[in-house]
C-alpha cells in the first residue's frame, strides 16, 4: 500500500491522520476534501508537497471519487458532517455527506476492488448509565440518538452490507472522542479554551455529568495506520483509550491549568437528547492487533492542547466570532 487516498484530511482528524501517516510511512496521500466551514488548508501546510496531494472536491461526486479510487491504493473515509449540535439544526447536510458520501465512495470501491477503511464513532452505540459496568464492544446492538449518529450509524451499516453482498475489502473503526491540535472550536475541549482566551467564561450543557471517553487524535491515527496493515477485512474494531471523564471535570481541569478558579464556568441549556455516557472496551484492538495508546496521560494532553490553541490563535480565530454567534442564538 503506497497511495493513499485520505477524505476529510483538511479537517480535525483527518489532518492529524495526514500529519501521522507522512511521518511515520512512505506512502503518499491524496486528500479530497471540500473545504467546508470544518475544513482548512491551512491544517495541512508546511506538509511534505511531494508526498501530498490536495483535490478540493465533494465525497457525493461520483466522477471524481472514481478517478480519485481508481487512482490509488486504498481509501480511508473521514469526510462528514461531524457536529451534533448543527445536526440538531439542519439535519440535510448530515444525510448528504454521511450518507450519500459513503455510498459514492464504496460503490467507487467496488468498481475498483480497491481497499477501503470507514472512520466511524462510538456514538453508533446509543449511550450508557453512569454506573453501567459494561462498555460498547463490537457486538454491542446500534441504537444511535442523534441526526449526526443515525447518519453515522447507516454509513457503518452500508460498508457492512456492501462487504457481505459484494465482497467489499473493507474495515470499519468505531473511535471514542478525540481531543489535540486542528479540532474546530465548534466543539467542546476547543471552545473552553479559546473562551478563556477570550475572557468568555466556559459554557457547560445541563448538570456536567455527561460522560466522554478522551483519547488523543494521535492514538486515534496509530490504531487506523495499525488496521490498514493487519486488520481482517469485514472487521469491526473499537478505538478507545480508557479515558473516561465527565465535562465538568473536563472544564474544572481547563480553567486549573489556564490559571483561573475552577469553578468559574456556567450553565447552560442542555443538548436536545444528550447522550449521558460513552466508553469503548477497545480489548479486540489490543489483543489482535497490538496495537496500545501512547497518549494515555489526559492532565498532560491538555495541557498541550491549550498550549497549541494559545500558541496557534490565527488557525482559529477567524472561526470563533461566527461560532460563538451560532451558540448564543441557541442558549447556549
Ligand atoms: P471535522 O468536522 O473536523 O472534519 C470533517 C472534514 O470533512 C472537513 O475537512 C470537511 O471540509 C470535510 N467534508 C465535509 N463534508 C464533505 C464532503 N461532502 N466532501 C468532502 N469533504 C467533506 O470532523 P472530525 O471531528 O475530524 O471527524 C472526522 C471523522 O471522524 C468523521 O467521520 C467523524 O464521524 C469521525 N469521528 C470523530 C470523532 C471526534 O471526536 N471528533 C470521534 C470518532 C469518530
Ligand atoms: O459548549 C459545550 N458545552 C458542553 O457541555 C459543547 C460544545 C459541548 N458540551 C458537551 C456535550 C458533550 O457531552 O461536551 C461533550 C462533548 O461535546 P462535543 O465536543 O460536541 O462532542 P460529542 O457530541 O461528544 O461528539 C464528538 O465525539 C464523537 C464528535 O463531535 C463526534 O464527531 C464524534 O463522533
Redesign the pocket.
Known amino acids: 500500500m503506497q497511495r493513499l487516498l485520505v477524505?476529510?484530511?483538511?479537517?480535525?482528524?483527518?489532518?492529524?491522520f495526514v500529519h501521522y501517516i507522512l511521518e511515520h510511512t512512505n506512502f503518499h496521500v491524496t486528500v479530497?476534501?471540500?473545504?467546508?466551514?470544518?475544513?482548512?488548508r491551512e491544517?495541512l501546510k508546511h506538509l511534505d508537497g511531494e508526498r501530498l496531494t490536495f483535490v478540493q472536491?465533494?465525497?457525493?461526486?461520483a466522477v471524481l471519487v472514481a478517478e480519485l479510487v481508481r487512482a490509488t491504493d486504498a481509501t480511508v473515509?473521514?469526510?462528514?458532517?461531524?457536529?451534533n449540535d448543527n445536526s440538531l439544526h439542519d439535519p440535510r447536510?448530515f444525510l448528504?455527506?454521511?450518507i450519500i458520501?459513503t455510498y459514492t465512495l464504496i460503490e467507487a470501491a467496488r468498481r475498483y476492488a480497491k481497499r477501503y477503511h470507514h472512520?466511524?464513532?462510538?456514538?453508533v452505540y446509543g449511550d450508557l448509565e453512569l454506573d453501567d459496568p459494561e462498555r460498547f464492544t463490537e457486538n454491542t446492538p446500534y441504537n444511535p440518538s442523534s441526526p449526526?449518529s443515525s447518519t453515522?450509524a447507516g454509513s457503518d451499516l452500508l460498508v457492512r452490507a456492501w462487504v457481505r453482498s459484494f465482497g467489499l475489502q473493507a474495515t470499519i473503526?468505531?473511535?471514542?472522542?478525540?481531543?489535540g491540535p486542528?479540532?474546530?472550536v465548534e466543539?467542546f475541549i476547543p471552545r473552553q479554551i479559546t473562551n478563556v482566551i477570550d475572557g468568555i467564561r466556559p459554557k457547560l450543557y445541563g448538570n456536567g455529568q455527561n460522560v466522554r471517553d478522551w483519547?488523543h487524535?494521535n492514538d486515534?491515527s496509530s490504531a487506523v495506520l495499525a488496521i490498514l496493515e493487519k486488520g481482517s477485512i469485514g472487521e469491526t474494531y473499537l478505538?478507545g483509550a480508557d479515558g473516561e471523564k465527565n465535562n465538568k471535570e473536563v472544564v474544572e481541569l481547563i480553567l486549573t491549568h489556564m490559571g483561573l478558579p475552577s469553578d468559574a464556568y456556567d450553565h447552560v441549556i442542555d443538548r436536545a437528547g444528550h447522550d449521558l455516557r460513552y466508553a469503548i472496551d477497545s480489548t479486540k484492538l489490543q489483543t489482535e492487533l497490538g496495537w496500545t495508546a501512547q497518549f494515555s496521560n489526559f492532565d498532560a494532553g491538555i495541557e498541550d492542547t491549550i498550549m497549541w490553541y494559545c500558541d496557534n490563535e490565527s488557525w482559529w480565530r477567524p472561526q470563533k466570532a461566527e461560532t460563538e454567534e451560532k451558540y448564543k442564538e441557541q442558549g447556549q
Do not use: V
Not at 477524505?7 to 492529524?16: E, L, V, Y
Not at 472512520?119 to 456514538?123: A, N
Open positions: 477524505t476529510g484530511g483538511a479537517g480535525f482528524i483527518g489532518s492529524n479530497l476534501d471540500k473545504l467546508t466551514y470544518a475544513g482548512n491544517s472536491g465533494d465525497i457525493t461526486d473515509h473521514y469526510a462528514a458532517e461531524s457536529h447536510p448528504d455527506t454521511n458520501g472512520i466511524s464513532t462510538d456514538e449526526y453515522k473503526s468505531n473511535c471514542s472522542n478525540n481531543y486542528y479540532q474546530h466543539k483519547i487524535a486515534h478505538i
